[in-house]
């Protein structure tokens, strides 16, 4: 295989389309007799649903039809969880699943309680204000640690706690090796995350073709498979009679995975009962409240160390806000669990989690998905264990990171996979030694800083380090196909959120069979055009389609070398691939097109041998043992104003191993989009619920993303250690940009104000110029 | 496999959709802003075009375009033959294909000039009125002789002849032959077939996706996978961006398969010009002129014969009908050139014809594609020859027929699927005793004939012998998987135009995986459900899709084995299907449902295996070697009114062998629609061309078709030679009801009205009480 596209920049496929408005968006389906619905939701936090009268707002002229959870009646029966609690010994899990419509309760401000189905968008949403809901308000349980206090409010009564979920996993002893320690640091950790805010909130149209009894969908899914499976499950249809399609969409970021959002369980049943088309676009509003968030932890956690800086254990016991459902199970906390971890040599773990319910919105994963808390944890620890043992922060990473010889290092514990988290490859020290000179860590701490200091200029610098489990399995799937034209199509059952599917997976496809990549033609999320798969989520999407779209390439380019073989009677060896022909190599003028070979690959006349298939075309799968190990440093220098506690980035440096890339272009992309999102959660995002459940600054307005000004350009460095567990070495990249940001902004700030010799510790994050000047203020009170 | 469905007569799965209106049809299609299109064609035979002028139609309010030759430009340029010519030494094909607007000339009433798109058909209609077309009308071909003199008028100047194939084909020598033999026969004989007469016309819709360049296409042709892979290269998009939608359709009879009609071209390209979908339903008027016919054929044909009758040699030579053009290549005069071998050996044969240009519409394949025209001659031959050498019409044929030992039977010419003449597998004897038996054949021409004759009753009887090359290649594929539901879903890529697809097909699954066939949904002719295929023609459909479905479901069949195993730990052998379930024998209460398997098949945890699949899934393909061969007997007592001419039919036997049989019920219907339209052929249905080419009877109204009232019930047999080229022993059966209808007619009615005394001879169909009088007239003289 000479390898033309394979690792190389090429600018992106789908850019076209996405930028002449050519690319479908849910919102842009139309159908003839479309009705569009809207969602009565719960504006209070938690209570008693008395009565509800529709009858006014059925009475408007325009609405079709008003349901509530009794019209649903035994309609949405989950099925086998989708996600369910990996195999830990003495696991708690008290799974609750969220009704579409509520039923004798509401458990969250924005909880749906009724459907309107009307002529038009506007139609519905006036007849909203006309139905009639009594309610008999409740304590709604919002803080995390009275939400475990006896005799409290109960988010579900027949849990009879608020325990979602307990969880303890161990490696080693840990009391044992705090025994022996020099030093233990002990710090409580609060981490806030935020929501994803994509550009295009959540939509679904369905369709219900009764003369076919077919069923169309159109969704902002991340998993267009599983919500084909389960509606097929509810509806009593097989799952061929349910096409799922998630075309473009504008951002998905973990909370687009959900299954089953109400709107998507209740749009196809409407447009079943109906027989008319129905559309739900999210507006931006509802989204607040209507899409999962990820919010928040408080960590307990302690260190125990040499007196050389060396970890000799650590222990957490964590709350987790599961918010007022569970049904992701425990993907959020155990990534939390195992990501603290991070590419040190910890012998020694103990770690225990209370997944709690409240009276918020579902909790689920959002681009890093419980990582950040784990990492923002041992990173902050190793900050102030460098503070008190006089190690520079650097230099105490260093001297606990994992040996490059130690691979495959196994951690024990049980990851989000099921699988025990074991590192597949790394080598980490070349990426810190990357990170530090990038930022010219030794001459900063050393000269540049005090010379700053001198010049009345507050700035830190700081480095973090991290790794990230991706590419879990089960599996993903791809066919190839050569057509008569000469283009290659190549499905996937994976949708796309942005990730640049259209390009990375053409330039795999295009090297194994020597074709311009922009003429593979990438069809993805669209369950009729390719059947089984899992989804785009956990940074998997590279790893897991990415090697089946190889192999299934693979398989093809054998099968064009076989009839090319045939076609000149000449040896396999003989033939080379390239500029869409295969030639006979030395030979000029020898050359036959791959679209010819495909139509004689699919002869009119003859038989198609027994055994055999025709056309050059091949579907394969690829299911990965476990997930590989993605790892990284980021280093940042920031200023920030003493007075007003506004910052300013002067320089962001990300050096990142994620095994073999395939484009650095769009890898880049994914890092900066991370990062930006997690400045957004170190410093801007912050979702602030009341005493009363009810989110305070639920509009964009008031829940403030970090815009173009206040993402800094990156420095960007790989280095590469490829996985050992797939074919072409790659490991994921989509989240790891917006994992280390928190504990590095900490870290930062602290090195700026020179917070450490004030005995100030940034402990919480998102940090913001009002928090950080609260902490500030609380600390010199 | 314990069977339960296969063999027996299941009631139609489909007919529930059918009968309550749910099934979809392409005129059923509507979508947002649908245009509609008429055409203009031409109301003469063969004439230059001097002008077109639109400009008055484009006027019209409600009309969106309107469209010439000229604004095609390029567009249709067909690729490499579908039905290229056979590799026969010698052979002459000047293939000349119809554009989709005719460009320079008309050559046949009918073809279209230019097509309007308005907002409605009635708009389209009224605007046809509005183009000016100028003509310089040219002297039509239409004798079949005449156009073969020199000087004459020419249907393709650039052929310089009206030949549009010359084919010899000869086994054995039969000069020598005929100069050893006792009696030599020669006649001449007129066959003439007529048109299909669907219940359903042609009809087309074509949407373009701008956004997803995608193009999806409802069409009522038989054959979708060569519509869709033809449109793809004709429009410059891969296969993948076009999806051909072969729904429901009410009749095919082989002229939907022909690739293409004019307005599956010029739909599509519309639809993406405009960006608008469109819709073309076929007129009754339109489908006289517009849909391909089947029509006449002249035979000089001479038999060789030994005293006792033993046939020692055939000679033929025949012209063949094709039309303005002949896109669809031999298929229809090579099928009469094989077919007239029949079951009898016949060691020397010599066989040439002479396809011919006219200005009538184009002829391609209608149900026996040419087939009935050298049964025809066959039959008629050995009646003549019976009566010559006083044999019994009976006997004279079962002395020549193929022994059962002489299977595979060589006849050495080329067929229509390029594979040497070879039947397969028959026994022809016990055919002819059966059908003898069943209309008491010895007992009628020894006593009962003459009783009625006494009567006054002019009653005869005739039988008559065939055999059908059936279930050519390439090969079909199939993929069956079950759905968690249970329910197991079958596609495969051929469409169904009435044939029990929906049920025979799930017999096959039902049986092969143990479930009720009810539960087995089926979906055909989708190119987007089932790529790969070629179609529903040439009696194929059980024979090779039906055997892709049988080996899908055998590979099903061992992973839910496989999988049960493993969930109960036992060994496979211990293991039964049945009721929809896996169980253990003999261990009541063991036992685990389909659905259960299938989700268990798809793990959402842990890795598929390399080199596996996810799910109970399989896609399989089958291609014969070569086609098999049915046979068949058909015998009549039929009584004639001497005076008018008119006929009733007393008794209709039909005793057929075509291998194993899936449904019975099925093939009865099948066996009735084919003797229903042979009859028709037979004495009602004539396409009557007067000298300027105009189809003079091209209404319901005129061109008689026989109804239920003339379409007696037939007495059914069966005798089974499985076939040895497929695993399920099955030959085709769709078309063989139609083969031998016309030698019977003719035989009953000189039997009837004793013409063999009178040494009149019914050498031409289609008979009719005019034309029967007409050839009585003239024998009388």
Redesign the interface.
Known sequence: MTTRYFGEPIPRNEDR?LLTG???FVD?V???GLLHAALLRSQVAHARIKSIDVSAALARKGVVAVYTAEDLGAYWQP??L???PPPIAGIVFNQRMQVPLAKDKVRHVGEPIAIVVAESRYIAEDALADIDVQLETLPPVVDLERALEKDGSLVHEDVRSNVSAHVRQCKGDYAKAAAKADHIIRRRFHYDHGMSSPMETRGVVAQW????SQLTIWDTTQAPVFVR?GL??ML??????VRVIAPFVGGGFGPKIMIFYPEEVLLPWIAIKLNRPVKWIEDRLEHFVATTHERGQIHDAEIALSRDGKILGIKDVFLHDAGAYDPYGLTVPINSQCTLLGPYVVPNYDSTFTAVFTNKPIVTPYRGAGRQHGVFVIERLLDFAARELGIDRAEIRRRNLIPADAFPYNNEIIYQ??APLEYDSGNYEPVLDKALAAIDYARFVTEEQKKLRAQGRHVGVAVACYVEGTGI???E?ARV?V???G?V?L?TGIGTQGQGHFTSFAQIVADQLGVDVRDV?V?TGDT??F??G?GTFASRGAVVAGNAVN?ASKVVREKILKQASEHFECAVEDLELGSGQVSIVGVPGKSVRLGELA?RA?????????G????L?S?Q??????GATANGVHAMLLEIDPDTLMVQILKYVVVHDCGTVINPLILAGQIHGGVAQGIGNAYYEELMFNEEGQLMNASLADYLLPTSLEVPRMELGHTVTPSPLNPMGVKGAGEAGAIPVGPLFAQAIEDALGLGERKIELCEIPLSPNRLWRVLSRADG
């Open positions: 389309r050519q690319a479908l842009d139309e159908l003839p099925g086998p989708l996600v369910p073709d009764a003369r076919a499976n097929a499950a009593g249809l097989g799952e061929r009679q996979d099921f399995g089960p599996y799937g196909q057509q008569a034209n283009k199509s499905a033609d069809v009729d055009q059947y089984w899992a192999e139509m699919n002869p009119m006349r003859g038989a198609v041998k027994p055999t298939e025709p056309g075309e579907t799968y690829f299911g990965p043992p476990k």
